[in-house]
């Protein structure tokens, strides 16, 4: 049997085994690519646009009698994107695009990246990019229902109470960790939701920010506002919640502190979450 076909204008085809038609039964809900690295720009919230390296995972369901998905189509879709879109929190388009593209009934989608904000030091003013590790995680499914969730990861620091409170000069202080996931209501068609406003308000949960450049006036302020501010990891966690509670845009979210201790074997940790539900 011959894999060629003849086409249009008389040129061979090659058989498109993976158009067949299966008999197996199966729905598959993802097949797609994953590890795919492409710059992609994201709209900064001063109307600027940064561009990012994302490391991507595609895919789209796959109905029972069809055999394979169409890897090329991933890329191509990519692509386009790469060099005609830009990544707001708001990629429903996108989606609805990989669906059509793959005639699938589902599509998904995650963008693995570094945002950079530039940050100026508290006192000198001083400004130097900082880079957030951030992860976008978009679905649509069958019946056109949306989900969207940011995933973002906030260095900080904090400053034990209990060691301030016992000690007779100085206290234990370490660089901890806010990681978010935060559904954004898609819905909200004229409200995006800023990276730039959510690492701030997670920021101020903490003891003080830290800065990727810093002169000794800053590092005095720095110091003096973190022995001001003492925080346990519950602390950190509870002054997120309340600020996530009231951040109009987001459905719900989960949240983890992790302070990388300096003193202790073992570092610090809290959980806690509200309406937040994975699929």
């Known amino acids: 049997m011959s894999n060629k076909q003849t086409g249009i204008n008389g040129f061979s085809t090659l058989l498109d085994v993976q ?15 994953k590890n795919v690295e492409m710059p992609i720009n994201v709209l900064q919230k001063d109307g ?11 895919s789209v369901g796959l109905p029972a009698e069809v055999k394979g998905t169409h890897m090329s189509r991933f890329i191509q879709h990519l692509d386009e994107w790469r060099t005609q879109g830009k990544l707001c929190l708001k990629p429903m388009d996108f989606l609805v695009g990989l669906k059509q593209r793959l005639e699938a009934p589902s599509a998904y989608t995650e963008l693995k990246f570094r945002y950079f904000i530039d940050k100026p030091a508290p006192v000198s003013g001083l400004t130097a990019p900082m880079a957030y590790e951030c992860i976008f995680k978009g679905s649509l499914n069958e019946q056109g229902e949306q989900r969207l969730i940011l995933c973002l990861k906030v260095p900080c620091a904090t400053l034990c109470p209990c060691s301030k409170a016992i000690s007779d000069y100085g206290a234990h202080n370490q660089r901890a960790e806010i990681s978010a996931h935060v559904i954004l209501n898609p819905n909200m068609e004229n409200q995006i939701v800023w990276i730039e406003d959510l690492v701030a308000g ?6 003080c920010p830290v800065y990727p450049l810093i002169k000794r006036v800053d590092e005095k302020f720095i110091t003096e506002k973190a022995y001001d501010n003492p925080k346990f990891v519950e602390d950190v966690i509870r002054e997120a919640t309340l600020f996530l509670r009231k951040f109009e845009g987001i459905q719900g979210f989960s949240l983890e502190v992790e302070a990388l201790e300096s003193i202790h074997a073992h570092n610090a940790w809290s959980a806690h979450a509200e309406n937040f539900f994975t699929e």
């Open 19 to 33: 158009g067949l038609a299966d008999q197996r039964g199966v729905t598959l809900n993802q097949v797609g690519i």
């Open 48 to 58: 600027k646009l940064q561009q990012v390296q994302v490391l991507a995972t595609l």
């Open 202 to 207: 997670l920021e101020e949960a903490s003891s």
